[in-house]
């Protein structure tokens, strides 16, 4: 997978997840992931996203490179973009599809640039006033839209914007691919894409499913 795409393709069902989010799982965390994401793949994913990040993170550089490494081959052996949260440096050294940059880390003219324009960049999106900034910015390809519901992945989320926030960006003349994110699941999925959202994006619904492949085929659909 290269770093062209059609990115509004991509954000149907676009799973989000690093070695904390399979912390629960007995065993070795980066393994783990690996497992969860090549099923994930299997089953259907349209675009991931490595987010290393918290406290339960791999800490060591090293070996959290060597997972991305990892990451990044499983997603291009199943075609699907492969996309590196905040960290700018390691997206551009193990060439990834995409970069996703929160509004308080890298500006997206950065990453873009930083990444010679080959980087598909995403931000996020908590407020109408960024999405209007996220629209009319020519360095963001896509942007997540939330928390939609309450989220028990995120540290300090922001505030929860709920679904009708979706029909409310669409209502402002914002028609860049955006996803939805935050608390998502199998039964509010299709709500959200109803409402405008191109899809998902969700974390503990596939990290923590008890059957990962059923529930791509229902978060899919
Ligand atoms: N950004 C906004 S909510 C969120 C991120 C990374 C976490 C989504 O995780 P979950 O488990 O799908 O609520
Ligand atoms: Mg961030």
Redesign the pocket.
Known sequence: MQATFDVRAAMRLYF?AGSQ?VAHLSGNPADNLLKVLEQALQAGITCYQF?EKGAKSLQDPTACKALAIRCRDLCRQHNVPFVI?DNVKLAIEVGADGIHV?QSDMSPAEAKQRSGGKCVVGT?VNTLAQGLVAQADPHVDYF?V?????????ED??PVVTPDFVTTIRQNNIDKPIVA?????VDTAAMLRAKGADGV?????I??AEDIFATVKELLR
């Open positions: 989000v989010d987010r949260d929160g996020s997540g939330g928390p939609i519901f309450p989220t028990f992945s995120k989320p922001k994110i935050g608390g998502i699941g994006a969700v974390i503990s619904a990290a923590r």
